[in-house]
């Protein structure tokens, strides 16, 4: 599949001891929700996982803004045919961390945030996700049918758009963490 090269993986762009700190901090999780163009799902099976926002002046974000950053600058270089300007965004929204435990899951689905998550400044232009951790069972992120091994520290940036629908599978021992961010 020839789009697959729009799926950009690096490894170790969050170091371990960031992973950590992250993962043993304290937060005060809620349940996620799913949200479709008119609000809320009714559908209670979409998602189960626990989910915090870390937003602007919150312990975390600076470091993870410029990982972020990095990120999508080592994608643009990926992408050689889009332009920096074109295509990396201006702004990028705050940092959802996902903690799903034993049976926790993600269904298939394609981004679409322009009125969720508080987000103001149009559709999403890549999905960025940090990996914190790999000490899990099941839980295998896959977008666009792609199976990719990822470890702890490890980056995915791709487009936010129809092409890319991903999901995490059903978690079968332990907790898994991560990061997504929207570039818009």
Avoid at 139 to 148: A, C, E, P, T
């Amino acid at each position: 599949k020839n789009y697959m090269r729009f799926v950009g993986h690096y490894k170790k762009m969050v170091v371990g001891s960031l992973c950590d700190d992250i993962i043993n901090t304290d937060f005060q999780y809620s349940k996620s929700t799913y949200s479709t163009h008119v609000g809320l799902s009714p559908d209670d099976e979409r998602v189960k996982m626990d989910e915090i926002w870390i937003r602007k002046n919150e312990k975390f974000y600076d470091e993870l803004k410029d990982i972020i950053s990095k990120t999508a600058d080592l994608y643009s270089k990926q992408m050689k045919r889009i332009n920096d300007r074109d295509f990396i965004a201006q702004k990028t929204t705050d940092f959802r961390l996902n903690r799903y435990h034993t049976g926790g899951y993600m269904s298939l689905h394609s981004d679409n945030i322009h009125h969720s998550h508080g987000q103001q400044y149009g559709y999403p232009q890549a999905t960025c996700l940090l990996f914190l951790n790999d000490d899990f069972k099941g839980g295998q992120f896959i977008v666009s049918d792609l199976h990719l091994n990822i470890k702890k520290g490890d980056a995915l940036i791709f487009p936010s758009n129809f092409m890319f629908p991903h999901e995490v599978k059903k978690i079968e021992e332990g907790t898994r963490w991560t990061i997504v961010s929207w570039l818009l």
